[in-house]
C-alpha cells in the first residue's frame, strides 16, 4: 500500500501469491517498484519499514531519481558489517556511506538499524510530546514524521471493522477496498470541503445521502407535554369485630 503522509491511499497492490509477477525472488522490491511506477523520476521521497528496505532496492530507486528512507534489517544483503556488529552506548551512532546510499546504526533503547539517500546521518534536536527536547539522527526524525501514513490508515479502519471470519477471501477483499475508498474520501471531505467530520459522523451522512435521505441532521420535534394532577385515595382494610 502507498499512502501520503495524511493517510490518503494512492496505490494498492494485492498480492496473489508465488505464480504472481510479483512473487519470488526479490518480492519486496518488485512490490516497491509496481507501486512507485506513475511516481518514479519525478524527485519523491519513499518512507518504508524493514520488510522492503534493502541496498539494492535503495540503488534502483536512487537511478530513477526516488529518494527512500526507513529502518533495515540486520541480515539485508549489502549490509556494511562492521556497522551491523558495532557495539553503541546509548545515544551513540555510528554510520557508513557508500554511492550515495547512507546506512547507520542508533542506540536508543535499542539498536535501530536505518538505510536513507536523502539525509545525513546528523544528530538533531527536537522537542516530543512531553515538552522534553531529545536527540535523534535526522533521518530517523523524519521516518517517524512521514512514515504515520499506513498507521492512519489501519487506525482509521480497525474503527469500525466490517470483515467477518465466515466470508470468502473475495467477499473480505471487496469490503476492504470499499473501506479503504471511505476512508480515503473522508481524508478527501475533511481537507476540501471547507467542514470537518469526525468519521462516524461522516459515516452517516453517506449512508444517509445512499439511502437517499437529506444529509442534514433531521430535526426532531418537540412534543407538548401535558401534566395532569392526579388524586390519589389511600383506602385503608376495614375489619368487623364479631360481638
Not at 61 to 69: A, G, K, M, P, S
Not at 101 to 124: A, C, H, Q
Amino acid at each position: 500500500m502507498l499512502t501520503e503522509p495524511s493517510g490518503t491511499v494512492l496505490e494498492v497492490e494485492v498480492y496473489t501469491g508465488a505464480m504472481d509477477s510479483k512473487g519470488g525472488k526479490g518480492h519486496a522490491s518488485k512490490v516497491v517498484m509496481k507501486l512507485l511506477q506513475h511516481k518514479l523520476n519525478s524527485g519523491h521521497s519513499v518512507y518504508m519499514d524493514n520488510y522492503y528496505n534493502s541496498c539494492t532496492l535503495a540503488r534502483e530507486l536512487l537511478d530513477n531519481q526516488t529518494f527512500c528512507t526507513g529502518t533495515l534489517r540486520a541480515d539485508r544483503k549489502g549490509n556494511p558489517k562492521d556497522v551491523v556488529a558495532t557495539k553503541l552506548p546509548k545515544g551513540g551512532t555510528k554510520a557508513k556511506y557508500s554511492n550515495g546510499i547512507m546506512i547507520g546504526k542508533w542506540k536508543d533503547k535499542r539498536d535501530v538499524l536505518y538505510i536513507s539517500t536523502e539525509f545525513p546521518n546528523t544528530m538533531v534536536t527536537f522537542t516530543n510530546k512531553r515538552a522534553k527536547k531529545k536527540v535523534k539522527p535526522l533521518p530517523i526524525l523524519n521516518y517517524n514524521k512521514f512514515m504515520s501514513g499506513v498507521d492512519r490508515q489501519d487506525q482509521m479502519m480497525a474503527y469500525y471493522p466490517c470483515s467477518r471470519k465466515t466470508l470468502r477471501w473475495y467477499k473480505k477483499l471487496a469490503i476492504h477496498f470499499f473501506q479503504l475508498i471511505l476512508v480515503n474520501s473522508h481524508y478527501i471531505f475533511n481537507e476540501y470541503s471547507g467542514k470537518r467530520l469526525t468519521f462516524y459522523d461522516y459515516r452517516l451522512e453517506v449512508i444517509r445521502g445512499l439511502l437517499g435521505a437529506s444529509l442534514s441532521k433531521p430535526k426532531v420535534k418537540k412534543n407538548k407535554c401535558c401534566t395532569r394532577s392526579s388524586t390519589y385515595k389511600n383506602c385503608g382494610n376495614q375489619r368487623k369485630r364479631r360481638n
